[in-house]
C-alpha cells in the first residue's frame, strides 16, 4: 500500500533523537525521504545531556532500515549558513523540498523570570525562537521554487499558550513561534504552503527523563506544569509524530494557521 507522503521529502531540525528522531522514523515509514540536521554538542546553558554524534547515526541507521534516504548533518539551528548547507544539500539530492518540522529546541529552568541571566535568555530565544525563523527562512525559498505547495509544522509546547513559573524564556520562545507560524500561514497561502503550530504536553524524551528535570519537576513550583486531564503521565514521541503526519497529508490540506495541542486536556483544564 502507497504511504500518504510517497515521494515526499522533509526537513526535520533536531533529528539526533526524541521526536525529531520520531518524527523521522514516521514520516520515513509513510514514504517520505528525510532531510535533518542536529547540533549535536552540549550547549552552555542547557542543564541535561543534549543529543551526540552517535544519536545521529543512530537517526540515519533507523530511517535507511526502512529503505528510505537521508541527509543528515551537524548543524546549529543558530547558524544561518551552516542550516542553508543542509538544505540545499538535501534539497540538491532529493530535488524537492514539502514538509518541514520545526522541531530543535532546548529547555532550563530558572528560580523566576527575573533570575534569568542574560547568557540564558539569549540561548533560549536563539535556538527555540531564531533556530526556528533561521530553519524556515533557509527551507521556505526551495519550497516556493518547487511549485509543490507542502506544510511546515513548528514544534510550540504547552508553554506556547499560557504562563508557566520558572520558564519565562522558554515560554516566551514557545509563543514566539506561534506569532511567526500565523505569519508565515498568510505569507504562504498563495503558494499552497500550510503553516501550522502544534502543542506538546510532557513528552517522554531525554529532554525531560534526566536527572536536573526529575528534580526540578518534583518541586512544588514547577511540578504543576506537567499535570494532565488525560490518566497519563506523558505522552509518546510518536503522538507528536502522528499530529504532524496528519497536518503535513493531504489529510490536513486545508488547515493552516491553526495551533493544535496534543496535551492530554493539559491546556483544558
Ligand atoms: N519533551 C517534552 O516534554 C516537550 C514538551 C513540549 C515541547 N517540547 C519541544 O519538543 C521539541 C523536541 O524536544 P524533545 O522532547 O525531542 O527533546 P530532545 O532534547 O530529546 O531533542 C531536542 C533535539 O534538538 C537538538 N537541538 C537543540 N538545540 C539545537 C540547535 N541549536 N540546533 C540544532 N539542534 C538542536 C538537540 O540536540 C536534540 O537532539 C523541542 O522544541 C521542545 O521544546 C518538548
Known amino acids: 500500500m502507497a504511504g500518504r507522503l510517497e515521494g515526499k521529502v522533509a526537513l526535520i531540525s533536531g533529528g539526533a533523537r526524541g521526536q525529531g528522531r520520531s518524527h523521522a522514523l514516521r514520516l520515513a515509514r509513510e514514504g517520505a525521504d528525510i532531510i535533518t540536521f542536529d547540533v549535536c554538542r552540549q550547549l552552555g546553558t ?27 548533518r551537524e548543524a546549529d539551528a543558530r547558524d544561518l549558513s551552516a542550516v542553508q548547507a543542509v538544505v540545499d544539500e538535501g534539497v540538491a539530492e532529493f530535488g524537492r523540498l514539502d514538509i518541514v518540522s520545526a522541531n530543535a529546541g532546548i529547555a532550563a529552568f530558572a528560580e523566576n523570570t527575573w533570575s534569568i541571566t542574560e547568557e540564558q535568555w539569549e540561548e533560549m530565544i536563539g535556538v527555540n525562537l531564531s533556530g526556528v525563523w533561521r530553519t524556515v527562512k533557509a527551507a521556505v525559498p526551495k519550497m516556493i521554487d518547487a511549485g509543490n505547495g507542502g506544510s511546515i509544522v513548528i514544534t510550540s509546547s504547552t508553554a506556547g499558550v499560557k504562563g508557566m513559573a520558572g520558564i519565562g524564556h522558554y515560554v516566551s520562545a514557545k509563543h514566539g513561534v506561534v506569532g511567526l507560524m500565523r505569519t508565515l500561514a498568510n505569507e504562504l497561502a498563495p503558494h499552497s504552503i500550510r503553516v501550522n503550530t502544534v502543542h506538546p504536553t510532557g513528552v517522554n524524551t531525554p529532554m525531560i527523563h534526566n536527572e536536573f528535570m526529575d528534580q526540578a519537576l518534583a518541586s512544588p513550583d514547577f511540578g504543576g506544569n506537567l499535570m494532565n486531564a488525560l490518566p497519563v503521565e506523558e505522552v509518546e514521541p510518536v503522538d507528536i509524530s502522528n499530529a504532524i503526519l496528519f497536518l503535513s497529508s493531504d489529510e490536513g490540506r486545508y488547515i493552516t494557521g491553526v495551533s493544535l495541542p496534543v496535551d492530554a486536556g493539559f491546556l483544558g483544564k
Open 46 to 72: 542547557v542543564p541535561y545531556p543534549m543529543a551526540t554524534s552517535e544519536d545521529m547515526k543512530e537517526t540515519v541507521r533507523l530511517v535507511e532500515d526502512l529503505d528510505r534516504r537521508i541527509v543528515a
